[in-house]
């Protein structure tokens, strides 16, 4: 199992430009995340989706759009890419069985991330 | 969620124990606590989570309060691995997120 991937691991781009972010997992799980991360803070939820065709805006979506066309797959869009977008990107995916007595619909597993610069 | 504090950081000596405090006083019944960390620069990494009895896996052993607004997670033997953000979640598994605060930045040192 590779788990949590995202591609690209590295990418500069200048203010105006869009891109696309992809996470992908090969675990079967129903729930993915996009966080982001600014230097010295903690991760931050822009987007997330409970199933396959399914978005939700997170924290801070402003600036970002997702789509879940198929269920091990959940990306990430900048249309008009932004200096303060300049982070650090990671993905997670988790299974929730339903049951609150586990609690195991908590236990995300993350991406190794992507590093944005925006110039 | 109900809010937690950690102290910003730690140190710890190596093949000590690490004792890492996180304070919850808010937490309602059906809220878990979880505990991630995060080595740097890398992912996040889910360790343990518990309702209101202790729990203990292969990473490490958690530790709730009787009163639930409080807990300790720890690290019986602690390495330079260990180095890393430990961050202290409360929330319900209906809400189907999590928010992350600042964390703890344990240092072990050798």
């Known amino acids: 199992n590779a788990g949590v991937t995202q591609t690209p691991k590295f990418r500069v781009l200048k203010t105006g430009q869009s891109m696309t972010l992809l996470c992908a997992q090969d675990?079967?799980?129903?729930?993915m995340y996009w966080y982001r991360q600014d230097p010295g803070m903690g991760l931050r939820l822009i987007h997330y989706?409970?199933?396959?065709?399914?978005?939700a805006k997170g924290e801070v979506p402003d600036g970002y759009n997702v789509s879940r066309l198929k269920k091990q797959n959940f990306l990430l869009g900048l249309e008009s890419a932004a200096p303060s977008q300049t982070s650090v990107y990671f993905c997670?995916?988790?299974?929730?069985?339903?049951?609150?007595?586990?609690?195991?619909?908590?236990?995300?597993?993350f991406g190794p991330g992507t590093r944005l610069t925006v110039l | 969620d109900a809010k937690t504090t950690q102290p910003p950081s730690m140190d710890c000596a190596e093949g000590r124990a690490a004792n890492l405090p996180c304070n919850h006083s808010?937490?309602?019944?059906?809220?878990?606590v979880y505990w991630y960390r995060q080595i740097h620069s890398q992912g996040p990494q889910y360790i343990i989570h518990?309702?209101?009895n202790n729990e203990t896996n292969e990473m490490a052993s958690l530790i709730i309060t009787e009163d639930r607004k409080s807990s300790t997670l720890i690290l019986p033997h602690a390495t330079l691995r260990d180095t890393a953000v430990y961050y202290c979640?409360?929330?319900?598994?209906?809400?189907?997120?999590?928010?992350f605060g600042s964390g703890t930045q344990l240092t072990v040192l050798p």
């Open positions: 989706s409970v199933g396959e065709g399914t978005t």
């Open positions: 997670a995916s988790t299974h929730w069985d339903g049951s609150v007595t586990s609690g195991s619909g908590g236990e995300q597993f």
């Open positions: 518990g309702l209101k």
């Open positions: 808010t937490i309602s019944g059906n809220e878990y």
């Open positions: 675990m079967n799980h129903e729930y």
């Open positions: 979640i409360a929330t319900r598994v209906s809400a189907r997120q999590l928010t």
